[in-house]
Antibody, heavy 120, light 107 residues
Framework: QVTLRESGPALVKPTQTLTLTCTFS??????????VSWIRQPPGKALEWLAR???????YYSTSLKTRLTISKDTSKNQVVLTMTNMDPVDTATYYC????????????WGQGTLVTVSS | DIQMTQSPSSLSASIGDRVTITCRAS??????LNWYQQKPGQAPKLLIY???SLQSGVPSRFSGSGSGTDFTLTISSLQPEDFATYYC?????????FGQGTKVEIK
């Protein structure tokens, strides 16, 4: 079965760089059509799509955050890493990774999310 | 970026009610529209994809319709487990974008 799990620091200081890892099982990012997305949700607010990496290493980013985001994959480890630079308190949110099947154009499996708080 | 607007932002309904949530895109997205359900403390769950296709395991009381810019999620008979927040998402182009959510509460 498909599972995803996010990991990373629960607390980061302003201006620091956040590194989050999505570790997944049940599918391979070397399989044509497979993708992994990152989405975040500030407390009490709506979902915000951040980035996506595809099986062929194509990468896509949020327009407003693209200068701060980098997404990469390690196919052998079944992991996707998201880095976000220059963290600010407004970046406090639950960060989710999700699988997307390009053929279906939908995020069909999600991790449980990891809460990241930005505070000095 | 394509903007997604949901209405209403919240609604109160009773068990057994028919509930309709609307999502509008800022440009045509044909049928590249997904609906997610999110309960407090949980990750979003895919309900509907391609505007009207029911995700496996989702009860048939959920249905979706629409194309172009206007879409609807309908719950035919609201059940206790359906009280949650619902989000639409366009998958027509990247970056993907979500609506602001509709919270369905108990009347």
């Amino acid at each position: 079965q498909v599972t995803l799990r996010e990991s990373g620091p629960a607390l980061v200081k302003p201006t620091q760089t956040l590194t989050l890892t999505c570790t997944f099982s049940g599918f391979s990012l070397s399989t044509s059509g497979m993708c992994v997305s990152w989405i975040r949700q500030p407390p009490g607010k709506a979902l915000e799509w951040l980035a996506r990496i595809d099986w062929d290493d194509d990468k896509y980013y949020s327009t407003s955050l693209k200068t701060r985001l980098t997404i990469s994959k390690d196919t052998s480890k079944n992991q996707v890493v998201l880095t976000m630079t220059n963290m600010d308190p407004v970046d406090t949110a639950t960060y989710y990774c999700a699988r997307m099947n390009a053929g279906g154009a939908r995020e069909d499996y999600w991790g449980q999310g990891t809460l990241v708080t930005v505070s000095s | 970026d394509i903007q997604m607007t949901q209405s209403p932002s919240s609604l109160s309904a009773s068990i057994g009610d028919r509930v309709t949530i609307t999502c509008r895109a800022s440009q045509s997205i044909t049928t590249y529209l997904n609906w997610y359900q999110q309960k407090p403390g949980q990750a979003p769950k895919l309900l509907i994809y391609g505007a009207s296709s029911l995700q496996s395991g989702v009860p048939s009381r959920f249905s979706g319709s629409g194309s172009g810019t206007d879409f609807t999620l309908t719950i035919s008979s609201l059940q206790p487990e359906d009280f949650a927040t619902y989000y639409c998402q366009q998958s027509y182009s990247t970056p993907r974008t979500f609506g602001q959510g509709t919270k369905v509460e108990i009347k």
